[in-house]
């Protein structure tokens, strides 16, 4: 049984590969990975909950349902990541991917100005697009965080990132993203990701973070 396991791990894995569109290079797919991920797991609940003459098939039987329900997540994540990426490409939008979550990092030089939470009339392509591919995608929680550059006070940046968080949340929900898969959240200047002493660095700062995550 071990034996059958572990060929039949291999296999998927050797099978399963993608080429990353961007860097041209081989890699194992996130839907691969995450029907390794849940056949293990699967596998190790049906053995604890089997009798000991009948652990091999528990063993067996929780791997298929473990790497289905895995594999269906990483697969599902994986479709709606290449949807993005092309709906985004050339937009200065970052697209990240970790396990079955996706990133989306907007910088200001396409969402905020100074001190404003008003979307920039150029931000709508991109929310457009955005909101197109999570109504196709419908089984994702979409967390909407905003962020400030350290001009000003904490108390301002603080309730300029809730707006700001706010104010992409109102414009996907009109774009008839659920709400109820929406949480908008300001993080003032707490998590730079660029050095405010610059112009340049403070409009990264200033941006809209959105992570999707299986329902």
Do not use: W
């Not at 060929?7 to 050797?14: E, G, P, R």
């Not at 979550?101 to 001190?115: C, D, H, Q, R, W």
């Not at 457009?128 to 591919?133: D, G, R, W």
């Amino acid at each position: 049984m071990k034996k059958l396991l572990a060929a039949t791990l291999v296999c998927s894995l050797a099978a399963c590969t993608t080429n990353d569109p961007y860097t041209g290079e081989s890699k194992t797919s996130n839907s691969t990975t995450g029907a390794v991920i849940g056949a293990v797991a699967g596998a190790a609940v049906g053995v604890a909950s089997s009798s000991k003459k009948d652990r091999g098939k528990g063993a067996l039987t929780g791997a298929v349902a473990g790497g289905a329900i895995g594999g269906g997540v990483g697969y599902y994540m994986d479709k709606q990541e290449t949807k993005l990426r092309q709906q985004l490409q050339g937009s200065g939008v970052q697209v990240q991917r970790e396990g079955d979550k996706i990133s989306l990092i907007m910088p200001g030089n396409i969402t905020f100005e100074t001190g404003k939470y008003d979307i920039r009339p150029q931000f709508y392509d991109v929310l457009n697009s955005v909101a197109t591919v999570l109504v196709e995608f419908n089984k994702t929680a979409v967390n909407i965080g905003g962020h400030t550059d350290s001009t000003g006070s904490d108390e301002f940046n603080q309730l300029l990132s809730e707006r700001r968080a706010q104010s992409v949340r109102d414009y996907l929900g009109e774009r008839k993203v659920a709400y109820n898969r929406m949480n908008a959240t300001g993080y003032g200047p707490r998590y730079p990701i660029a050095s405010n002493s610059s112009s340049a660095g403070r409009e990264q700062n200033r941006r809209v973070e959105i992570q999707l995550s299986p329902l």
